[in-house]
């Protein structure tokens, strides 16, 4: 079993509507949780982080943590066909310095005009 | 515009041949990561460096792989011999370094065939 569980989808939604995804993990020691997206043929790029437990709102999206259950959810508002991608939910450990994250398989979001 | 930048984009190469990848960081930052994505496994991390020593390299296979950071501005990734199973798109990323959570930006990828 893998440490960081996503679902691949794909996820297909009209455009406008509210795109949802999760993640959930085993390592209770994960402190910091991203968002990374994904477009086709690219590298992927940060989107959101959060610390700990929590949400943080970045303009249409917003990342929720619940540590308790071992549970990440980003939410996309008023979803475009730009936000089709992969959407891969990243964690690490609190530590000095450097980062080595542990990612999701993503999930795959086509946003249908 | 910084940015990660990676040689080359594509490669397709027979069984046993050796396989360089190359990585240019960002101007300035310390800690370069190696990645490997597949359909299968997803985002694997194999090695990553800071200030030029290796830090980790446990994902690695190591009778095959092998990674180095000849300078500040180089990071390579050599796979000898390669096999089918290698076929992937390798990423390299590079970061700051810092405590806590640290952005890391990813070049676009080599996508290498193992014939």
């Known amino acids: 079993q893998k440490e960081v569980e996503q679902d691949p989808g794909p996820l297909s939604v009209p455009e406008g509507a509210i795109v949802s995804l999760n993640c959930t993990y085993s390592n209770s020691a994960f402190q910091y949780f991203m968002w990374y997206r994904q477009y086709s043929r690219k590298g992927p790029e940060l989107l959101m982080y959060?610390?700990?437990?929590g949400n943080k709102e970045d303009g249409r999206f917003t990342a929720q943590v619940d540590k308790s259950s071992k549970y990440i959810s980003l939410f996309i508002r008023d979803s475009q066909p730009s936000d089709s991608a992969t959407y891969l939910c990243?964690?690490?450990?609190?530590?000095?310095?450097?980062?080595?994250?542990?990612f999701g398989g993503g999930t795959r979001v086509l946003v249908k005009p | 515009d910084a940015r990660v930048t990676q040689t080359p984009r594509h490669k397709v190469t027979e069984m046993g041949q050796e396989v360089t990848m190359r990585c240019q960081p960002i101007l300035g930052h310390n800690t370069v990561f190696w990645y490997r994505q597949t359909m299968m496994q997803g985002l694997e991390l194999l090695a990553y460096f800071r200030n030029r020593a290796p830090l980790d390299d446990s994902g690695m296979p190591k009778d095959r792989f092998s990674a180095e950071m000849p300078d500040a501005t180089l990071a390579t990734l050599k796979i000898q011999p390669s096999e089918p199973r290698d076929s992937a798109v390798y990423f390299c990323a590079s970061g700051l370094g810092l405590a806590g959570t640290d952005t890391q930006y990813f070049g676009p990828g080599t996508r290498l065939t193992v014939l």
């Open positions: 990243a964690m690490s450990l609190i530590k000095a310095a450097g980062n080595k994250l542990t």
């Open positions: 959060t610390y700990s437990s």
